[in-house]
């Protein structure tokens, strides 16, 4: 488990047209999306997720608590910008993975001594680690509500 992962938020929902980032959605409504469904994998892809989108926040992701720390580039400054400027920050940017498909963010995170990875393939860890986490959810409510012996024969 990696100790940060930086989402480029942006360019996470550009690139995911289905599940996330749903047509007909708001673009407040799919940040909103994607902070929930990484709220749940805090402490298990990583212990620290951070999503930087481009431009001052109007509401929506972030306003609500969450273990996601939601980040919004200031109008004078790009996402990829703030991201990179985070990383050269950071006492231990090694520790860190970048989710982006622009190349020019991940030759920053290499730059800064971070590792990278595509929207794609951080999408199907993010899905799994989710269908994971349901199932031992699953097993735990299983577990607790084993039938017994007694539940098969009526009480005199």
Do not use: C
Not at 22 to 40: A, I, N, P, T
Not at 62 to 75: C, K
Request: charged letters at 30%; aromatic letters at 6%.
């Amino acid at each position: 488990m990696k100790k940060w992962i930086i989402i480029d938020g942006y360019n996470f929902l550009g690139r995911v047209h289905s599940g996330l980032a749903v047509q007909g959605r708001s673009m407040e409504q799919s940040r909103r999306d994607l902070v929930s469904r990484l709220d749940s994998l805090v402490g298990e892809l990583a212990s620290r997720i951070t999503v930087v989108f481009d431009g001052a926040g109007d509401g929506g992701a972030g306003d609500e608590p969450s273990a996601v720390d939601v980040r919004y580039s200031p109008a004078n400054k790009s996402a990829d910008a703030l991201i990179h400027q985070m990383l050269l920050a950071a006492e231990s940017p090694d520790a860190a993975v970048v989710v982006s498909s622009d190349r020019v963010v991940r030759d920053a995170a290499a730059a800064a001594g971070a590792e990278s990875m595509g929207v794609a393939v951080f999408r199907d860890l993010m899905m799994e680690s989710i269908a994971g986490l349901r199932g031992r959810a699953d097993r735990r409510v299983e577990a607790r509500f084993k039938p017994r012996l007694g539940d098969f024969f009526p009480r005199e």
